[in-house]
């Protein structure tokens, strides 16, 4: 049981690691998104409090704002088969994730003189989820769910934040965070089924026929596991001004180790075996080509009973949440044409060893992940409309995958390098600004060719996968 344990929790926590990295959402403030999050070298606005803290002190008076993001993704995936079979339930066509929505909201508050300014901000950091109906699960048993990979994470974060004038060309702005992360992750894992790769059940195999083979060939567990956790971080940036028309901007973001608590259970499911199981293994009990131990076990086996395997226990784990640092102009010099530009680097390679502990304190298992950081680039653009003082606002950024093939499984929403472009409208209507964009994300097909490691229980999911995702915003900013 100790061994299953295990193995449960290095699985249940690789899908935990890997459901970050594409997750890290930056809809913060529809003006800064709409400019695809090219916005540290501007972020005078409430958002500024998450782009760059330094933005602040260039604006004057009370000013509070919020937005709201909803985010849809559709991503897909087609297994490629294990050995030249298909791995236990998994199904051979491409499958689609079932499609969700998530509003993304956040909002903040501050006060600048033009000397100093204080601000507070609410966010989500990081966040989605996803839910796969990738198995042949009605075949192999009809009792298990219809969903079997399921995730939920959510990070919120709240920032006091602090700005300061250096001198009339440089400012420098500092935040303190606050964590909080709740974690919920379900998924199967396999089982081999001695028929089918015992050579000692080889005469059975041939006995049994279809009932040897997938979707039989190996048992599946459904684990649960949830969990919370505290964490705190820091933001700090810089602004400077060498003319009027040009003003650079560097930030970063830093993050401690979120410690997790949470509780795990796993039940297996049975298959429901076909009709030729109890009269073959009753012909072999009578001709004592089997035992009657042996018997009772494949009988278990083909049973489509549900047991548990796993009573809900306690556990721990630490989750390390990357550091982001960037460096980026805003250019005025153009008539009623604001460009803005940003280059980011986020030290997705944090993720190399989780360690999995139990409630004691007792390491019980080290998983790798060997990440790859990853650059961030983009620019954003906007236009002041003759009609109304509306702006027109556009935006675009490019940003490769952190995961590697290794480690790929479908509940990672980055397969492959992800492209995004935004359009929208600012319009003013006395002291509020009201915000829309609309924005897409694609990333291109990839395929990850092999499973990792030879035998299972595998790190990844070889097969082909794509991601597209189409996102709304709408905000509101108020000028006291």
Known sequence: MRKVLVTV????????TLYAAGVGITGFGVRATNLAGNYRALSNDWSGMYWNPAGLV????????ASVELITPS???AAIPYKGAAFSATSATTITSEKRSFPIPSAGIFYSNEKMAYGFAVFAPFGLGSKWDLLNTSVYNPLYPEFEYEDDLKVIAVQPTFAYKLSDKMSMGVGLMLTYADIMIRKPTFTPNPVTFDPAYAALKAQLGASAQPPFDHFLTEALLDGTGMGF?????LQYKPVETLTLGVSGKWYNTISLDGTLMADTYYAKGPANVKPTLDYLLSVSAITTAQYQ???GAYSGAKAVAIPEIDVKADM???????????????????ITGDVALTTWSAWKVIEIKDTDGNLQAELEENWEDTIRLGLGLEYALPVANAKLRAGFYSEPRAAIDETMQPVVPDASRRTAASIGLGLPLGPFEIGLM???????PYTVTEWYPATPPFSNMAGTYELKSSNIMVGIDYNF
């Open 9 to 16: 929790l290095v699985m249940m926590f690789a899908v935990t």
């Open 58 to 65: 260039w604006s004057k008076g009370l000013k509070v704002g």
């Open 75 to 77: 991503a897909s995936y």
């Open 233 to 237: 971080g820091a933001a700090f940036g």
């Open 297 to 299: 076990q494949l009988m």
């Open 320 to 338: 390390p949440l990357p550091i982001t640092i960037g460096a980026g102009f805003a250019f005025t010099g153009i008539n009623n044409l604001l």
């Open 438 to 444: 609309y924005e897409r994300i694609f990333a291109d």
